[in-house]
């Protein structure tokens, strides 16, 4: 087991509703050591891809983004997400439907910030059911950018997002990724990677 | 002139209406070695203060108090906002008026992230009218916790957030403080520190 599965089993809790709670260690207190030991995973598992530019969605996504730009030394982007549609005259827009809020947010990045020179590592907290990664691939593609690959913390396994983002031919990797969840038990099954 | 007074000057827009355009290495794309330094001269600033966690609040902060939190090796927590208000029984939560979004939000972090042991420092990229500052402030005074000091990487002296926090008594480090910005000349005068 390694050491983000060992933190969710220790910290995380398990919610009805198939949720894992674990904004005690990453997305709203975030436990500085796991952050570091996420970044080093993947890029540990992305050495055999250029990356130079490192692209998350706000806001959870940031911190693993930042770690990560820093050890890979190169420039990070968040994208931004609201409801409005502003002007897209500058902006590469797509859309993502959030499940937390039950909402369609628009996802945006100013144009300037990606170039079709850019081999971009999508990095993210969690991937469910993959509304955001695949929003992100979206505007890199409209870009003209290369998607080198998707790295995140916790992909809940029993949901679509990692299949779809697999069978479409890209470089996923997820540092724990649940199998199971029972709730009334609090236990949690991983896939052996 | 400091590392960043100079980017300011190298990269950042002013726009009409006394706004300061720099999401091209502070809120947007990320310029990682210019967050390197921000986080680095914040702590030397702090040099003489103890701190066990660094607060900040989304979405922009998280870059800086993350490098922060790597620096100090604390946990970092990041308030959220929203426009809804939820049950408040097990946050803190305080208020913000977003000049920006021109409407109040609400600002919260989860009980259990905020102690009364912790001898915070609060960390924001901008500091302009002081309201996202007084809400954190609030919700750590809440907790029965202490604010060791407040760290921005941009001030915009011209308006009230700075003056506010300095006569309460607080320890207010900004690493550049915009005296004067001229549209029309594109120029911008930094407060001597």
């Known amino acids: 087991m390694n050491f983000l599965e060992q933190k969710i089993l220790k910290d995380g809790v398990i919610k009805q509703g ?7 260690f ?10 570091r030991q996420i970044a080093s ?9 250029e990356v130079n530019k490192i692209l998350t969605i706000e806001a959870s996504g940031i911190a693993i983004a930042t770690m990560l730009g820093h050890l890979y030394d190169v420039p990070v982007v968040f ?12 902006k590469y827009m ?7 809020h039950k909402r369609m947010n628009n996802v945006f990045v100013s144009k300037p910030y990606l170039q079709p ?3 971009v590592l999508i990095v993210d907290d969690f991937l469910a059911d993959g509304q955001a990664a695949l929003a992100l691939i979206d505007i890199v593609h409209q870009a003209g950018a290369k998607v080198m690959g998707i790295g995140v913390a916790v992909e809940k396994g029993q949901q679509k997002g990692g299949r779809i983002l697999r069978n ?3 470089h996923v990797e ?8 029972n709730y009334e038990e609090q236990s949690i099954r991983f896939l052996e990677q």
Not at 18 to 24: E, G, T
Request: charged residues 30%; without cysteine.
């Open 18 to 24: 198939n949720v894992l709670k674990i904004d005690n």
């Open 26 to 35: 990453l997305n709203h207190q975030i436990d500085i050591n796991i952050i």
């Open 41 to 49: 995973e993947l890029k540990r598992r992305f050495h055999d891809v």
């Open 79 to 90: 994208a931004k997400k609201g409801q409005t549609a502003n002007s897209t005259d500058d």
């Open 94 to 100: 797509s859309q993502a439907y959030s499940f937390t």
């Open 117 to 119: 020179t850019d081999k």
């Open 168 to 170: 479409d031919g890209f």
């Open 174 to 181: 997820s540092i724990a990724i649940i199998e199971e969840m």
